[in-house]
């Protein structure tokens, strides 16, 4: 079975950083994985993709060696199973906020004994091998997703869910069931100290803690926390602040340091 790329470069304890897809597109997927990101994600959630763009965006960066990752909608055995049989090589789930809802995630992940996962990986087995069945447990990731007050307060049950690989922040769903307003990069300090308690707890635990960042600043007080995981904004916001910023420089003739 093809090696899963992010999960050597934290076995050998470096970070990742990963591309976000929202944009339903296999063309602007391939151009992604051309950009050196060692992971990209299909967002399912909030994304304007479904399944039938997935599975095209999934082909499109197996040309390249970047890992492909699915963000899926909720926390559905069904959607789960299919993002995996098309070559998803870990899945993220939202809104875990308990150690159930946890272990339901991962099960779906995962072959018998260890899951209850229905063996039919279709693409899957194009892009992973024809041994897929026999390594597909030890090389999928499961990353449960870690947005709200009560899954802070349930994190140290959640985390001894077996077979869970990683943990993924959702820093502007957070803020929100902590009372503050939505977006990128919080530092309310006690929605900041939330996520530094994240990432200790995921530590204490050998579990990756991940998170979404909004500007590379934050990216790099995420690193100094311990956040090995990390996806930073996505193609949609990419395009809209390069646009944004450079048309008006256009129609100015002035020089913008990131307009071409």
Known sequence: MRKNKVKDIWAAGGEVVTGWLGIPSSISAELM???????????????????????????????????????????????I??????GAYGVICPMVNTAEEAEAFVKACRYFPKGGRSVGPLRASLYAGADYFQHANDT????????????????????KTPNLDAIFVGPSDLAVTMGEAPGFDPRYPAVYEAIEYIAAKCKEASVIPGIHC??????????????????????????????????????????NPIAP
């Open 81 to 86: 199973g299919k993002v995996l049989d098309a």
């Open 140 to 159: 999928i990731i499961t990353m449960a997703m870690i947005e709200s007050e009560q899954a802070v307060k349930n994190l140290e049950d959640i985390l």
């Open 214 to 255: 909004g500007s590379v600043a934050y990216g790099v007080d995420m690193r100094k926390m311990g956040y090995r995981f990390m996806a930073y904004l996505s193609d949609f916001r990419m395009l809209q602040q390069m646009v944004s910023r450079s048309l008006p420089a256009f129609r100015a003739g002035t020089p």
């Open 33 to 79: 994985a051309q950009q050196g990101w060692d992971a990209l994600t299909v967002d399912l959630q909030h994304g304007a993709t479904d399944y039938i763009d997935a599975v095209p965006m999934l082909q499109a960066i197996s040309t390249t060696d970047t890992t492909p990752l699915v963000r899926v909608p909720w926390n559905d055995p069904a959607i």
